[in-house]
């Protein structure tokens, strides 16, 4: 090791020093506080530093050597403290997704974190484990750390509420229903067959409400009852009994190993198929090309110090990661989004005026009339082509297109509205959502 490189080693140790011994996440940076590894850990201070530890273990024969010519470009590391282990794994996956630091090769893909979905707008809901939940009519809870374990409580779960999880699609007013032979789990006592007509709506939905009300709260009154089942088995000597109502004592408890819909926000699972808003799309900006490429542009102050701009790709309907840029804003004073707006137009597209990119079909601005002018002004200001601009305005979900001052109205459910609100809401929080979770340790992932 080089006297360099040992210097460098000394400082990083010395800074651990001060990281907490709770959960986080650790991110390995190079010079311009580029991101080059993200990771999680139970305890942030032993895990780092176990990756810089002289006269341990090599480092190739413990970590592999992509991570070995990783540490050896790392100039600093810094930390994000989370609350528990399930903030850190979610927040892990979502970071690594939209930073795509160099050196992580799992949570790249799109794969995402299974939600329990509740179909609360049916005359009977059903109860299901879903990566791709339904556009309207269900209640969410999750994402969920691990669909092992949520696969099992859902099982416990069925056997304490006795709500039905299969496809059927069962309505009250259906009288056929009387004649209907229920599945196995009617006759094992873990569902109450409403497909057969065994119990009302209405008591169906006591039911139902009762096992919302148990997934929102601590979940205290059934623990206790079974955590007494467990007691009075072991007394007993019902120790096969016992282990049962342990089990379920635990998977009933790693219920709380989930986050939140708005928080752990996961867009990509509420994607329907785009084919159908592209055909529409292009008929609504009446272009004689299909439309391919759309650029979503937002902007967003961070604790009221640091403004930054965000830029993201969306190629046939679907997320171009590689394509997402950042830009902190450098021109703009104070709180003026048209002023940044036109900055962020003017640093993007400077590289497809000069030939060294495609220029979008569409650009889609987040924000109002004004917005969309002040990318119009920008571009014209460049000397540049004027692309296809359009605005998405928030609350009224009202788009706003060249040449007109009055907004469309698409219906709420128009694959033309749910496209563009896909693009806006990545924009957006590509811009700010997961910033807010940085922006006390400054890690902007700075791209030019």
């Not at 032993?46 to 990756?51: K, L, N, P």
């Not at 990509?268 to 799309?281: I, M, Q, R, S, T």
Request: proline fraction near 6%.
């Amino acid at each position: 090791m080089s006297a360099e490189t040992n210097n460098r080693f000394e400082t990083i140790c010395e800074k651990i020093k001060s990281f907490p011994t709770g959960p986080g996440l650790y991110f390995m940076k190079a010079s311009a506080d580029k991101v080059l590894y993200i990771g999680k850990a139970k305890n942030l201070r032993s895990r780092v530093a176990s990756y810089f530890q002289q006269g341990g273990p090599n480092l190739v024969v413990s970590r592999g050597p992509k991570i070995a010519e990783m540490i050896n470009k790392v100039k600093t590391v810094d930390f994000l403290e989370t609350s528990n282990e399930v903030d850190a794994i979610l927040q892990e996956a979502r970071l690594i997704k939209d930073i795509r630091p160099p050196y992580n090769t799992d949570l790249v893909d799109d794969k995402t974190f299974p939600y329990l979905e509740i179909t609360a707008g049916e005359d009977f809901p059903g109860v299901y484990i879903t990566r791709k939940p339904r556009p309207r009519g269900s209640r969410l809870f999750g994402p969920f750390a691990g669909a092992k374990d949520l696969r099992a409580v859902l099982v416990v779960l069925q056997k304490i509420f006795k709500f039905r999880t299969c496809g059927l699609n069962i309505r009250e007013a259906d009288l056929k229903r009387k004649f209907f032979r229920p599945c196995l789990l009617y006759s094992i006592k873990q569902c109450t067959a409403p497909c057969a007509a065994k119990i009302g709506k209405i008591e169906y939905k006591k039911i139902v409400k009762d096992l919302i009300k148990f997934l929102r709260s601590k979940r205290s009154v059934i623990l206790r009852q079974l955590k007494k089942q467990m007691a009075e088995a072991s007394e007993t000597l019902e120790y096969e009994k016992a282990v049962m109502f342990r089990d379920r004592i635990r998977l009933i408890e790693r219920l709380d190993r989930r986050g939140t819909p708005d928080e752990n926000v996961q867009p990509e699972v509420f994607a329907g198929d785009p084919a159908e808003a592209l055909g529409k799309l292009q008929n609504l900006l009446q272009a004689d090309q299909p439309v391919r490429i759309i650029e979503g542009i937002d902007v967003a102050e961070i604790g009221g110090a640091e403004a930054v701009g965000s830029l993201v790709k969306f190629i046939d309907g679907r997320p171009f990661k590689s394509g997402y840029r950042r830009f902190k804003i450098k021109t703009v004073k104070g709180i003026d989004d048209y002023a940044m707006i036109a900055e962020v137009v003017k640093r993007r597209y400077k590289y497809a005026l000069a030939g060294e990119e495609l220029w979008p079909d569409l650009v889609l601005i987040d924000g109002g009339l004004g917005h969309l002018h002040a990318a119009e002004n920008a571009f014209r200001e460049m000397k540049a082509p004027v692309p296809r601009i359009a605005s998405i305005a928030k609350k009224e979900e009202q788009i706003y297109l060249q040449g007109t001052s009055k907004p469309l109205k698409l219906p709420a459910h128009s694959p033309v509205l749910k496209l563009l609100q896909y693009v806006r809401d990545e924009a957006h929080r590509f811009a700010q959502h997961y910033h807010h979770i940085l922006r006390s340790k400054k890690m902007l992932n700075k791209k030019p």
